[in-house]
């Protein structure tokens, strides 16, 4: 008897893959939200963490010196340890905090080192590596000068041309300005209800230029919009938008609102819609007006 076999071949067809394919696709789509949201997050997160580590610091800081890091004299000051804290240190805040979040050595050495010197806890991960831009050191972080209109004096410094004597203080409603050397007993409206620093607005296609007129200079360079920035009730915080620049403004990368930090040491998100009063009202140290914390 002959016996005849037959084979036969397994595989996928064109249109079982074409399917398989397809549900893959389907798949991905679904799940890349979850996944860049849940990176944001983290994201988000260590933003709040560099937060937390420099409001640690200005604390230590005001421990250690009885008043809270100054913003130096300006633009053109990069800091130096021979010139102690408080109003005969030319550098700013980013410059005099740097031996309380453990960077004595970039303090101490040469300024045209340190200031292409980056340091991770300036950085917000949702908006630039932690890189020199320009040549420069930066911070995504300015300090509070108040509800009142500026942040900077008129030129760099007392070598520059034209130079007109300091900013008379009463210009400044914050904590940190020109010259400045606020103590916690100073801070009338409660170091609870008064903003330390936070998240500045910047212009993202200057993210990776440091062209921006509040972003052009280092980190620990002196009063300068760079690191100072109002609460002022007519600059409500912005989420950095391209095309558009705002040297004076707070601000972030993330959606929804920016991190703030408080005098009490906190770090809160603070709505891009935050009502106009409650904003200028956190950012003065001493108007000694109410604060309703259901508004931010």
Known sequence: MRHTHSTRQSGFTLIELLVVITIIGILISLLLPAVQSAREGARRTQCINNLKQLSTGWMLHEGKHKFLPTGGWGWNYPGDPNEGFGKTQSGGWGYCVLPYIEQ????????????????????????????????RAKTDYAANAGDKTKTQGTTGGPNASGWPGWDPPDEYSGVCFQ???????????????????GEKYLNPDSYETGSDGADNESAYHGHDNDILRTSNRSRLPLQDTPGTSHTDYYGSAHSGG?????????????AYGIDSETWGRLGSRGDQLPVDEKKY
Request: with cysteine; glycine share 6%; net charge positive.
């Open 104 to 135: 004595l050595n970039l303090y101490n050495i040469a300024a045209s080192t340190r200031v292409a010197t980056p340091v991770n806890v300036f950085y917000c991960p949702s908006r630039r590596p932690p890189v020199a831009y320009g040549g």
């Open 258 to 270: 920016l991190n703030m930090a408080f005098c009490d040491g906190r770090v809160q998100m603070i």
């Open 179 to 197: 010259r400045s050397e606020i103590s916690f007993a100073a801070i009338r409206d409660g170091t609870s209800n008064t903003f330390m620093l």
